[in-house]
């Protein structure tokens, strides 16, 4: 008898796994895909970084070193090489994954597990036999898949989702992105910078919809600049491979209803996800979700049968493998009778364009929604040295803190390595940290970290360097 039974070994599953062993439980983990490691590790988060990072040497190389001193010359794209690299960057993680499972006591079974009542759970096997484990508990961490659009069919040679633009045998001439969400920001990027011409159609009115409205406008602006196409505003009716195996794009402005078309290479459907939670048996036992298919949980993560859990991109709230893996670790926690709980105030959320847009907390429009009163505070990196010398000098820091309190309520960045430089801000809002705080507390110079210390300063007033 296990005292856990986790489906789905992606970080929310694999993270929960190691934590419930860790605290003592008896644990396993059940995976249908042939490696460890979930959507993220293997066609998501790290593959799009591997190729992100790939293809912004690329365009260091051609665009930049010259500025630098460095005469480069004859620079060709080696796509099947950049590709296999990609593909070592997963392997090696996901063989880590599994390491991580043996290391801490986690039996793995690899085949689709089915819940068939609330203390038992079936896996059917990859070699073809069946198994089935008794388990206390049995949490759902089965993540979500790609949506498509009706009346377009996802094939993933000429019309994708992320999974296939992450491999794509050409670099195609013309790129139509759907969604300027943050697939289609961050794989728009690559294949930009690889040379295609990439339009970005999207449906609101704004990139990036869920950031905060100035900062998504700062980054429309540079991506605009590295020649980026936007069509905002405009609703993808049909997208079709005709027979000269080219894809014929139709679509219409939202407000104007005048229809376009455009005939491409390669269409990438980057319209959001949706959870998966089919097979699972979820409607035997009558666990509840709601209209679009996520698991309803309490806030200690149960559904509606107690010891069934779920966790990550299956319940509501944002799909990103950081909350996944908190609310692993607190399912975990809660089952070892410790106060498992997440702070979702400071869930952070980044998209690795060139700048990055990293934010954490509220954005100015919702503090306005709110009525909260509230400074801001802006440093700008073209005043900051480091980001000279680095020759990365667009985006902003902005710090959002409370008008009575100054404690720090949003942060949002768009910068070089604002990916890494939230992590100051998500700290300091778990701590409560006003934007005094960060004002007074040493940031080594020169680094780009200064931004950050400046727009604290500035929230009321006092920022030195510019
Ligand atoms: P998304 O929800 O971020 O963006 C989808 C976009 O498509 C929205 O802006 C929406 O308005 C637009 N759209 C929908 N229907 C349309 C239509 N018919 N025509 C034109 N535009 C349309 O979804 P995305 O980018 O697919 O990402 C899925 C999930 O994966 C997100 O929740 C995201 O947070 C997560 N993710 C996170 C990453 C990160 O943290 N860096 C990286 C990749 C994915």
New binding site residues.
Partial sequence: MFDLVVIGAGPGGYTSAIRASQLGLKVAIIEKRKTLGGTCLNI??IP?KALLDSSEHYIQAQEEFEDHGLTVSGIKINLDRMMGRKDKVVSDLTSGVAYLMKKNKVETFYGFGKIKNANTVEVRLDSGETTSLETKNILLATGSAANT?PGIEIDEQNIVSSTGALSLPVIPEHLVV???????L?LGSVWKRLGSKVTV????SKIA?SSDTATSKLLQRSLTKQGMEFVLE???NSAQVNKNNKVEVE?EGVKTGEKQKLVVDTVLV????RPYSEGLGLEDLGIEKNKAGFVMVNSHYQTTVPNIYAIGDLIPG???AHKAEEEGVAVAETLAGLPGHVNYMTVP????TWPELASVGYTEEELKDKKIAYNAGKFPFTANGRAKSLGCTDGQVKILADKETDQILGVHILGPRASDMIAEAVVAMEFGASAEDIARSFHAHPTLSEVMREAALDVNKAARQF
Avoid: N, Q
């Fill in positions: 998501g988060c799009s659009l759907i969604g300027a969400g943050v697939i289609g961050e159609i999207e449906y609101g919809a405009a609703k993808v679509y980057a319209t959001g996800r944002p799909m990103l959320s980044v998209i690795y």
